[in-house]
């Protein structure tokens, strides 16, 4: 700071009233040291009124700000002094810019959380709750709503009753964003230490009345707030009080109502318990598989190994063959890809639900027909979990009805595709066997070295190195490299880089022993390729190569082929010859 202990802020002013964006944003986001460099009594006196009186900028610069400030209880003296950041962050909390408050509100519930046994502390953001909640304006009361769980745990039994009552004005406020933004705390509000009664005489009325809302996107939010609200009640009071909404929001007249059920139908079964689900939620679930909106099919499909475990083992597996299987039969054959893709990613996880005998009769068929989808994304989700339908069937089963789909990826117009099933691979070779790659996946791996897609062909390589920390040195010795090595006289160029990138990513997996008496010699040879590219590629990969063999081989044949490189005609050749000599110096 020099002399003039004002630098600092001075700086920071003439930076905040800048007019480049860019140049207040970095301003903000370097607050903390301005702090640090005044120290707590200045931050307090001076930094955060100032910080205060200048909230009016783009939303970018507000959303940093308001992130910063939940970061500065060190900086203004501890949690003791906290109560100086509300003022600040209480104007944020009314900025038009949703995720502005969102952000404000974020950093007050840092800041409460720290509060802990400060009542007089505490006491400010109570009063802050107080006026964000009979605020003029939609945007204060609906920020309240995310305070009042933070505050609530703080609060003597008074100070609760009376935010029991503010949160019941903003359940029922005029606005459909307050709404909206209380039905969505609801639950974690009936969760912060409510009493059961209260929750019983309050808060399940509210949840009730939200979930009758006129405007669906308040609906939906009741419907993610019935989990928070079911867990504070009795088996019995769950039946009677949530159990009858939740039902009747299965099969809303919205959509967006009924996909929520589906989203979070695991949670809703947790909440409710076994015996509540055994009697009353396997008649909502079930209908929501049939649904006519894509959209609730594709998430009641994600949901369907979640429902099944979650099912009391008395009627498990009654309950998945007669209702759950004929329903994932017809969803195998959904008009939507992205129903039976959201299938395909989790159909496997009822093998083990089902059993071995099962699975065969039931599961396998269906498998093999996402096996030949049309659509790329299902077929690779189903290959993505094999590993769970391989513990339950067995290698035999599994490898006769995966290879054909394998080839036909493998050998997709699209490169993405291709792309994707080379990185299963690995999980397939280490499900299928050493015996059965060797025989029928070994050269679909080498075809994809002479892609002509070059993030295939370095793919593949990458695919080489992991296949060789699966299967061992002795299997990369006889299997793989012999067949990479041979593509280091081929015609094209292509492979011939090739052949330096699989060495390369081999290199740290293989032992001294393939390196030395297998690898360096081809690419010691490579040194004189007509081709620039593969002579300064051959540079690179002299330099990887030498921290496996030994210094004498290093001496006599690596360090002699890069001076030689040195003095290539192509100026590329010789920067990386000379690099990799300077590596060995070292």
């Given at each position: 700071m020099g002399d003039d202990s004002l630098y600092p802020v001075a700086v920071l002013i003439d930076e905040l009233k800048n007019e480049d964006v860019t140049q207040r944003l970095n301003s903000i986001k370097r607050l903390s040291t301005i702090a640090e460099a005044l120290g707590k009594d200045r931050t307090r006196g001076e930094l955060v009124p100032f910080l205060t009186d200048s909230i009016d900028d783009e939303d970018e610069v507000l959303l940093a700000l308001a992130e910063e400030l939940g970061k500065f209880v060190p900086f203004v003296g501890g949690a003791e002094h906290a109560h100086v950041l509300v003022k600040p962050l209480e104007v944020l909390t009314t900025m038009e810019e949703n995720v502005v408050r969102e952000k404000a509100v974020e950093s007050l519930r840092g800041i409460i959380g720290q509060l802990t046994e400060m009542p007089k502390q505490?006491?400010?953001?109570?009063?802050?709750?107080?006026?964000?909640?009979?605020?003029?304006?939609?945007?204060?009361?609906?920020?309240?709503?995310?305070?009042?769980?933070?505050?609530?745990?703080?609060?003597?039994?008074?100070?609760?009753?009376?935010?029991?009552q503010l949160f019941s004005a903003l359940c029922q406020d005029d606005t459909p964003m307050v709404r909206r933004a209380a039905a969505g705390k609801l639950g974690e509000f009936a969760s912060c230490g409510v009493a059961a009664a209260d929750v019983q005489a309050h808060l399940v009325p509210l949840f009730q009345r939200l979930a009758q809302d006129e405007?669906?996107?308040?609906?939906?939010?009741?419907?993610?707030?019935?989990?928070?609200?079911a867990k504070q009640l009795s088996e019995a009071d769950r039946k009677k009080l949530v159990v009858p909404t939740v039902k009747a929001c299965a099969s809303d007249a919205s959509w967006r109502v009924r996909y929520m059920v589906a989203d979070k139908f695991a949670d809703i079964q947790q909440a409710m318990g076994q015996e509540l689900t055994k009697?009353?939620?396997?008649?909502?679930?079930?209908?929501?598989?049939?649904?006519?909106?894509?959209?609730?099919?594709?998430a009641a499909s994600f949901k369907v190994p979640d429902f099944c475990v979650n099912l009391h083992e008395s009627v498990q597996r009654d309950t998945v063959l007669k209702l759950v299987m004929p329903c994932v039969n017809d969803l195998v054959a959904d008009e939507s890809q992205h129903v039976r893709a959201a299938l395909a990613s989790v159909i496997m996880a009822l093998a083990p639900v089902l059993g071995k005998e099962s699975t065969i009769e039931h599961l396998l068929p269906l498998f093999l027909r996402l096996l030949k989808d049309e659509f790329p994304e299902v077929r690779l989700n189903i290959i993505s979990k094999l590993d769970k339908v391989n513990q339950v069937i067995g290698i035999d089963l599994l490898s006769q009805s995966l290879l054909p789909a394998i080839v036909e990826l493998a050998e997709d117009r699209q490169w993405r595709v291709r792309l994707a099933i080379i990185e299963y691979i690995p999980l397939l070779a280490e499900q299928l066997g050493v015996d059965f790659f060797d025989e029928k996946l070994s050269n679909l791996c080498m075809t994809w070295l002479g892609d002509c897609v070059f993030s295939i062909r370095e793919a593949a390589t990458l695919n080489l190195r992991r296949l060789t920390e699966n299967f061992g040195d002795d299997w990369a010795r006889n299997s793989i490299i012999p067949k990479v090595l041979s593509m280091c006289r081929h015609p094209n160029y292509l492979y011939r880089m090739t052949t330096l990138f699989a060495v390369s990513a081999l290199t740290d997996v293989a032992s001294p022993d393939v390196v030395g008496t297998l690898m360096l010699p081809c690419v010691l040879q490579m040194a004189e390729d007509t081709v620039?590219?593969?002579?300064?590629?051959?540079?690179?990969?002299?330099?990887?190569?030498?921290?496996?063999?030994?210094?004498?081989?290093?001496?006599?044949?690596?360090?002699?082929?890069?001076?030689?490189?040195?003095?290539?005609?192509?100026?590329?050749?010789?920067?990386?010859a000379a690099e990799s000599l300077a590596v060995l110096a070292k």
């Open positions: 505490v006491q400010a953001f109570i009063d802050l709750v107080r006026r964000l909640s009979t605020g003029d304006w939609f945007t204060t009361r609906t920020s309240a709503c995310g305070l009042f769980a933070a505050v609530f745990v703080h609060a003597d039994a008074k100070t609760k009753a009376e935010l029991i405007q669906d996107s308040v609906r939906l939010l009741a419907v993610e707030s019935s989990v928070g609200v009697a009353e939620l396997i008649g909502a679930y079930i209908p929501l598989l049939k649904d006519q909106e894509a959209e609730v099919r594709t620039p590219n593969v002579r300064f590629n051959v540079a690179k990969v002299l330099g990887s190569i030498s921290a496996k063999v030994d210094g004498g081989v290093v001496k006599a044949q690596i360090v002699p082929v890069l001076n030689s490189l040195t003095k290539d005609a192509d100026g590329d050749v010789k920067f990386y």
